[in-house]
């Protein structure tokens, strides 16, 4: 049994939670207009999904693992038209979409969190599976 069994998959839980509830808050105060507002809530219930996967079944942790990472990527990668905006916005700027950049920027944050906790995993899976 991997020692980040534990804490990396209850963290992928816990933000894969905090992702749907940001996907919904947003799509929510965006007075149900928008739906893609809601993508941080399908890249959340999969990553949540995953996570459970891994943190009850041991064989399949790397997979998840890789899983996560994977989903944390594309999450980053998706998300990072939206800095120009968040920086507008934090530095007291105009913007078209205030949540919109609030939504992006914490799914930048949320999802390199996930893909430290991903790399951890497999790091900690590949030094007990080496001779």
């Given at each position: 049994m991997?020692?980040s069994?534990p804490s990396a ?15 919904v ?10 739906s893609?507002?809601l993508?941080?809530a399908?890249?959340g219930v999969?990553v ?7 943190y009850?079944?041991?064989d399949?942790?790397r997979?998840?693992?890789y899983g ?5 990527v594309?999450g ?6 939206g800095i ?6 934090l530095t ?6 205030p ?8 799914m930048?944050?949320?999802?390199l969190?996930?893909?430290v906790?991903?790399?951890q995993v497999i790091?900690d ?6 001779p």
């Amino acid at each position: 049994m991997s020692s980040s069994r534990p804490s990396a998959f209850i963290l992928g839980i816990v933000l894969g939670i905090a992702l749907v509830v940001l996907g919904v808050g947003a799509y929510t105060l965006s007075d149900f207009v928008s739906s893609t507002a809601l993508i941080p809530a399908f890249f959340g219930v999969l990553v949540a999904i995953l996570s459970v996967a891994g943190y009850r079944q041991t064989d399949r942790q790397r997979l998840a693992a890789y899983g996560i990472g994977l989903l944390a990527v594309l999450g980053v990668a998706g998300s990072t038209r939206g800095i120009p905006d968040l920086i507008a916005l934090l530095t007291g700027g105009a913007v078209d979409s205030p949540i919109a950049a609030v939504s992006q920027g914490v799914m930048i944050a949320v999802c390199l969190v996930l893909l430290v906790a991903a790399v951890q995993v497999i790091r900690d899976q590949r030094s007990t599976t080496s001779p």
